[in-house]
């Protein structure tokens, strides 16, 4: 039969692949809020351009029909910039549950770790203590038999 450690670490196992697979998880959503932040600077670059066309172009004299349409169109960027801070929000929301998700299993593994530690100290101890109390009892006969 094996050693209760030994059981102990199949399922220190287990509890280290879920651990990796949530801090996978946490990861892969990081690299997706990064890639939803790069996009906003962007959305930002384009207002940003249009704006300064706007205030160019207008200064120089345009059309009310394009001023117009050049503004709706800043509008329709600003309406997109709140969508995508809404969604960058939305994933920092899941960001936070898995950072939770993945301290809780780490928490759990690390303690697992510490009882199969203190477990096999004990059976260590334990081996011990039956390796001498058989090297006594050798020792023992073997002086019963000397004084025979």
Do not use: C, P
């Amino acid at each position: 039969m094996a050693k209760r450690s030994e059981r102990m670490q199949l399922i220190e196992r287990l509890a280290r692949q879920r651990e990796d697979q949530a801090a996978q998880a946490l990861a892969q959503t990081r690299q997706r809020i990064e890639q939803e932040r790069q996009q906003l600077d962007e959305l930002f670059g384009y207002r940003r351009e249009y704006q300064g066309y706007l205030e160019q172009q207008g200064g120089e004299g345009m059309s009310i029909l394009q001023w117009r349409r050049t503004q709706g169109f800043i509008d329709q960027l600003g309406n997109v910039i709140q969508q995508q801070e809404g969604v960058i929000q939305r994933w920092q929301q899941q960001e936070q549950q898995l950072l939770q998700h993945w301290q809780s299993l780490y928490q759990r593994r690390r303690s697992l770790s510490q009882l199969i530690e203190k477990i096999s100290l004990e059976e260590f101890i334990e081996a011990d203590r039956q390796e001498q109390k058989a090297l006594d009892e050798m020792v023992s006969q073997m002086m019963q038999r000397s004084q025979s």
